[in-house]
T-cell receptor
């Protein structure tokens, strides 16, 4: 029962271009979404989040878009830099719940010079 | 501000042996989580503590896994006896907790467990 899905295991993007990572969810109770970035041998680090009352949140080079009707969110990175190469996880939570996060499988992003 | 501390970083044991992991959350964080991350998958919640009480342990294999959070600060996760399928990275995370209007969880570096 995969409630949060990242269907692309990997993505390769040229430096300076836009990286778009996608995430789909099935549970309509989810109303808060987060993106985490993970380097090898380190724990995930929080990147950006969005509440379901919004459809866009921006923080520097990172923008997250939420389409509630499609149960889909995406993370845009512009411009992509070599340091962005990492595994990206999307996660979802229900506000009325115990703030438990449900994670997707992750997408490995590689930025090529 | 110090982050979430975990030890050991790596552990290799034989099946049927026991192992314990330790976590020290960020100071002031009321909620502590233990996750299991199997290679190629996202982190899966094993147990969630609010202060020293268990909020959610629905995915904890209770026949072999146990966890405690004494005095609402440090926590230990134990596996006894270990199985081959327990090979994974065990991540500890902490957050401020409910009522704080934030859902961000802060993760430690994890403990990589290999069961042979």
């Amino acid at each position: 029962d995969q409630q949060v899905k990242q269907n692309s295991p990997s993505l390769s993007v040229q430096e300076g271009r836009i990286s778009i990572l996608n995430c789909d969810y099935t549970n309509s109770m989810f109303d808060y979404f987060l993106w985490y970035k993970k380097y090898p041998a380190e724990g995930p680090t929080f990147l950006i989040s969005i509440s379901s009352i919004k459809d866009k949140n921006e923080d520097g080079r990172f923008t997250v878009f939420l389409n509630k009707s499609a149960k889909h969110l995406s993370l845009h990175i512009v411009p992509s830099q070599p340091g962005d190469s990492a595994v990206y996880f999307c996660a979802a939570s229900a506000v009325r719940g115990a703030q438990k996060l449900v994670f997707g499988q992750g997408t490995r992003l590689t930025i090529n010079p | 501000e110090a982050g979430v501390a975990q030890s050991p970083r790596y552990k290799i044991i034989e099946k049927r042996q026991s192992v314990a992991f330790w976590c020290n959350p960020i100071s002031g964080h009321a909620t502590l989580y233990w996750y299991q991350q199997i290679l190629g998958q996202g982190p899966k919640l094993l147990i969630q503590f609010q202060n020293n009480g268990v909020v959610d342990d629905s995915q904890l294999p209770k026949d072999r896994f146990s966890a405690e959070r004494l005095k609402g600060v440090d926590s230990t996760l134990k596996i006894q006896p270990a199985k081959l399928e327990d090979s994974a990275v065990y991540l500890c995370a902490s957050s401020l907790g409910p009522g704080t209007n934030t859902y961000e969880q802060y993760f430690g570096p994890g403990t990589r467990l290999t069961v042979t």
